[in-house]
């Protein structure tokens, strides 16, 4: 999964992703990613997701799209830095016009700056979630994070 562009809009970021090859195109392609994503981000297993039947995101993480859960490993990186949980992500696609494996990730954000830092760090993350780079250390990036604020959050 490759982040292909970043736009910041008024009151949300678009990120369009490129997940490739039909093989990591759901989590169900390795069981290891939703148990590497949950080891690393515990906080993931809470996460409330607004999809059609009402199920959460931890029944959702073995059996989805791999931007979905880019999407929420996003979320939960800014809600770490001290981002409001309210806020929210969304994740689409139209492969017919976009192109095979091309997804649209947006999301809310109270900081630009924490949101565009939550995204590179997400990357990395994903890299290592999907078997493909190193574990990161999402203590230290959120520290980073919470230095990118303007105005620091309340405790
Ligand atoms: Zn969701």
């Not at 970043?6 to 970021?13: F, K, S």
């Not at 369009?16 to 169900?28: C, F, K, P, S, Y």
């Not at 995204?119 to 999907?130: D, F, G």
Request: charged share 30%.
């Amino acid at each position: 999964m490759r982040v292909h562009s970043v736009t910041v809009c008024a009151d949300r970021i678009d990120v369009i992703v490129d997940v490739g090859d039909a093989e990591a195109l759901r989590t169900t392609s390795d069981a290891a990613i939703a148990e590497r994503a949950i080891a690393l981000l515990p906080g993931l297993e809470e996460h409330a997701c607004k999809n059609g039947d009402e199920r959460t995101f931890a029944e959702e993480i073995g059996d989805t799209e791999v931007p979905h859960l880019f999407e929420h490993v996003v979320m939960e990186l800014m809600a770490k830095a001290g981002s409001p949980r309210s806020l929210r992500g969304e994740t689409s696609w139209d492969f017919r016009r976009d192109g095979h494996g091309i997804f649209r990730v947006s999301f809310e954000y109270d900081d630009d700056l924490v949101c565009l830092g939550a995204i590179k760090a997400a990357s990395k993350v994903m890299s290592y979630i999907t078997g493909t780079g190193p574990a990161p250390d999402t203590e230290a990036e959120t520290v980073r994070l919470r230095t990118l604020r303007q105005v620091p959050a309340s405790a």
